[in-house]
Nanobody, 115 residues
């Protein structure tokens, strides 16, 4: 079993930056894909960024060029560096870890961007 804990959310002004972290515990060595999702005020869940075990990254078009996903395999942690934040980036950000059999989710961390 894998447990995920996100941190790093908060309140920031438009144009600011935040760095989210997601730490895995348990059978984290089996994780091969990490993803960050966000649930917006309209209650829609959006895939924000993905990083594979080989380091291949993918981003939603709405965040490309502003957000960067990275991982520290030694610490079983994935990061989401968010720059040039906009009010529409507001939401609850959750990480998802996939081990090829199960999908594991964290509880999320709230990001609020004020205009």
């Amino acid at each position: 079993q894998v447990q995920l804990v996100e941190s790093g959310g908060g309140l920031v002004q438009a144009g600011g930056s935040l760095r989210l972290s997601c730490v895995a515990s348990g059978s984290a060595s089996r994780i091969n894909v990490w993803r960050w999702f966000r649930q917006t005020l309209s209650n829609e869940r959006e895939l924000v960024a993905t990083i594979s075990s080989s380091g291949i990254k993918d981003y939603a078009s709405s965040v490309k060029g502003r957000f960067t996903i990275s991982r520290d395999n030694a610490k079983d942690t994935v990061f989401l560096q968010m720059n040039a934040l906009k009010p529409e980036d507001t939401g609850v950000y959750s990480c998802k870890a996939e081990d090829g059999i199960f999908n594991h989710w964290g509880h999320g961390t709230r990001v609020t961007v004020s205009s």
